[in-house]
Structure formats: structure tokens, C-alpha cells
Nanobody, 124 residues
């Protein structure tokens, strides 16, 4: 069994930065891809970024390209999402997920473990 715990969310002004962390328990973390998703009020959960098992391949949603960076440290069983130049429309609950694949994937059905989420609020 794997448990994922997100942290690092908070309230930030537009243009600011936050770094989210996703700490995983269990020995399978380093074997699988990871992803970050977000859900804004009244909206479906959407893909933000994904990284393959060893960190050398990443995918980003168009909304995240150039502003967000996903990374992972398998020695620490932790994934990160560095978010810069934040906008009010980035306000959402951010979730990390552990995929069943080794390659980075965007579709949620590939992810079988999820964290509880961390709130990110960007004020204008």
C-alpha cells in the first residue's frame, strides 16, 4: 500500500511562487510515474504535470508550461511541483498521484494512488 501526503499549499499573491511537495510511503514510489492534478471549485479535476519513473521525462498542461516545474527525488520518496508566476486562475486544490505506469501519463485513470490534496489560493 502507498500513502501520498501533499504539503506546501497556501495563500500567495499573483506573480508569486509556491513549491508543493508530495511525500510517499512504500517501496514502489521510485518504480512509477507521478503526476500533479488540480481541481478548482465547480470544475473537474484536471491534469497539471507528470514525470516518469526516473525523472528524465516530463509533460505539462498548456496552462502550466513555462511556469511550473515537476521534479522528483526517489531517494527521498518525494515529488515536487515548483509553481512560479502564479495567477488567480491557478487557485485550486492540488493533488499528487502515483501512476501504474513508468512513463509519464496525463489521464487520471492510470493513477491508482492519490493524496488528500493541498489548497493553493492566488489573490489578485
Amino acid at each position: 500500500q502507498v500513502q501520498l501526503v501533499e504539503s506546501g499549499g497556501g495563500l500567495v499573491q499573483a506573480g508569486g511562487s509556491l513549491r508543493l511537495s508530495c511525500a510517499a510511503s512504500g517501496r514502489t514510489f521510485s518504480s512509477y510515474a507521478m503526476g500533479w492534478f488540480r481541481q478548482a471549485p465547480g470544475k473537474e479535476r484536471e491534469f497539471v504535470a507528470a514525470i516518469n519513473w526516473n525523472g528524465d521525462n516530463t509533460f505539462y498542461a498548456d496552462s502550466a508550461k513555462g511556469r511550473f516545474t515537476i521534479s522528483r527525488d526517489n531517494a527521498k520518496n518525494t515529488a515536487y511541483l515548483q509553481m512560479n508566476s502564479l495567477k488567480p486562475e491557478d487557485t485550486a486544490v492540488y493533488y499528487c498521484g502515483l501512476s501504474t505506469t513508468i512513463v509519464a501519463v496525463t489521464a487520471q485513470h492510470w493513477y491508482n494512488y492519490w493524496g488528500q490534496g493541498t489548497q493553493v489560493t492566488v489573490s489578485s
